[in-house]
């Protein structure tokens, strides 16, 4: 990252630059749990591959990760069973909202990629092939990645079961298909304790330092993933991170960038660090508003983009 100035430095300019966007999304108000959230919070963190961290704002308040846990969830997936995962869900751009149904059944079944929902599920099903619980397997591989203890919250992940009408449209619809093999209740179930796990801007930059480390964790010493699945995750997020506003996003940010609904959102500068950053308010994408900028002005302000 190129900048005169530390990343301390740039993150209290980020601070003064995004306080204009507050007040111009909305929290994830579908998710009971999530709707009553402070919605004025904001956190960021940087940690970089030689071992430099920063932190401003509420950085080290747990939020729900959401999205971002499929992420490590594909992760995991990947490491059991290679590029047989590519045979259950693609890898290209949806195109479409994060729950979109009839292009799912247009398409038989088969997701357009891993960070949709429909993809998300799809991943769950296969790791439910080996463990009993992937949500649990997901929380612990994060938590080791962090080098912390996380927690599912209880109450979202009631919540989440709760409310998910779509999400079961979407797994009763891939069961019918063959994509799921397992009983779509029991998919939802561990996908929405999943989508729970809470986790900080700090934590969350660490566990995700492999993506910048060439599959290397410098928190937990040794390595993640193989360099060639570290850069093919890092495309997956460039293109796909997302949802719909993958482009534009592209466009501001370019960087690889994994959002959840939960108001987080992990960003990856290559070979240099890790970016987290979460405020809760929500764009029409169920990305952060303020977050987008945050990351924005950052990039602007380190010349880190990669595009």
């Not at 919250?153 to 709760?162: H, I, K, M, N, P």
Request: aromatic share 6%; hydrophobic share 45%; net charge negative.
């Amino acid at each position: 990252m190129k900048s005169g100035i530390s990343i301390d430095e740039v993150l209290a300019e980020v601070v003064a630059m995004v306080r204009p966007h507050f007040g111009k999304g909305r929290p994830a108000d579908y998710i009971p749990q999530l709707a009553g959230v402070d919605p004025r919070q904001f956190g960021m963190a940087v940690c970089t591959v030689k071992g430099e961290e920063a932190y401003v704002g509420d950085a080290d308040v747990p939020f729900s990760a959401q999205s971002i846990t499929k992420l490590f969830a594909l992760g995991l997936a990947l490491n059991q069973i290679g590029d047989e995962v590519w045979t259950r869900v693609g890898k290209e751009p949806s195109g479409t909202p994060f729950n979109f149904l009839s292009q799912l059944e247009h398409e038989q079944g088969v997701p357009r990629n891993p960070f949709i929902n429909a993809g998300a599920l799809a991943i769950t099903d296969i790791l439910l092939d080996t463990v009993p619980s992937p949500d649990a397997l997901v929380r612990d591989f994060l938590g080791m990645l962090s080098d912390s203890r996380l927690e599912i919250d209880e109450a979202v992940a009631r919540s989440e079961v709760e409310t998910a009408h779509k999400n079961r449209a979407i797994a009763n619809l891939m069961r019918g298909f063959g994509t799921l093999t397992h009983d779509a209740e029991a998919v939802i179930l561990a996908y929405c304790r999943q989508c729970a796990i809470t986790i900080s801007c700090r934590q969350l930059a660490r566990a995700a330092l492999p993506l910048a480390a060439d599959g290397f964790s410098p928190i937990a010493e040794e390595t993640i993933f193989p360099s060639r699945l570290t850069r093919r995750l890092n495309a997956l997020l460039l293109t796909c991170g997302t949802y719909d506003s993958v482009g534009s996003f592209a466009y501001r940010v370019g960087l690889p960038a994994k959002s959840g609904v939960g108001g987080g959102i992990l960003a990856v500068v290559p070979g240099q660090a890790t970016i987290a950053v979460w405020s809760p308010e929500l764009d029409r994408f169920g990305t952060s508003v303020v977050g987008a900028a945050a990351l924005e002005h950052f990039s602007q302000l380190t010349n880190c983009s990669v595009l």
